[in-house]
């Protein structure tokens, strides 16, 4: 018994997150987001390959990949974009979960390998925008683009007055 004990390798693999059923992402009206989830793959000498699945709320989530590889004995992180349309409430809650699946990989003849899964869900609660926030347009866009236009209309204005004050040559 003991020997047995003494040859079993810890492995782990896992993800987390910053949120949870406790703890939702709290968004407003028309707001994009990233959430940043992390896979380990720690004590295994083989990769995992990875396969997302959006069980809820895929139609505010965007996804660049749905595969990744973790490589052996490391951990990944894994973006997961959020668009919350515009036509949300405020005090409206929302369900998201994501399935992490991993993908036996080949393994030779007469093996038997499992791919484990596991899913992460939260709510996503719509609040009212804060203060202070923008929509992405700020008046100091305004006020860079005054300057440039300025900046144009001198060295056009320059270069016209040298070619008139030119003498022309014979």
């Known amino acids: 018994f003991l020997v047995v004990l003494l040859n079993l390798s810890l492995v782990f693999a896992g993800v987390t997150s910053p949120y949870d059923k406790n703890h939702p992402l709290n968004v407003y009206p028309g707001e994009e987001t990233t959430v940043k989830f992390s896979y380990q793959n720690l004590g295994n000498e083989n990769d995992l390959n990875l396969v997302l699945e959006i069980v809820e709320g895929d139609e505010f989530v965007k996804l660049d990949s749905k595969e990744y590889t973790v490589p052996a004995d ?97």
């Not at 919350?84 to 991993?102: H, Q």
């Not at 007469?110 to 203060?131: A, C, H, Q, R, Y």
């Not at 992405?136 to 236009?149: E, K, M, N, Q």
């Open 74 to 170: 490391s951990k990944l992180t894994i973006e997961v974009g959020f668009k919350i349309p515009r036509s949300y409430e405020v005090g409206e809650s929302k369900s998201f979960r994501i399935k992490f699946s991993e993908v036996p990989s080949e393994t030779g003849e007469g093996m038997v390998t499992l791919g484990l899964g596991t899913s992460i869900g939260f709510n996503i609660d719509v609040v009212e925008k804060p203060e202070g926030v923008s929509d992405g347009f700020s008046i100091w866009y305004l006020v860079i683009a005054v300057v440039v236009l300025l900046v144009i209309v001198f060295l056009v204005w320059k270069k016209r007055k040298n070619r008139i004050i030119q003498p022309e040559k014979e």
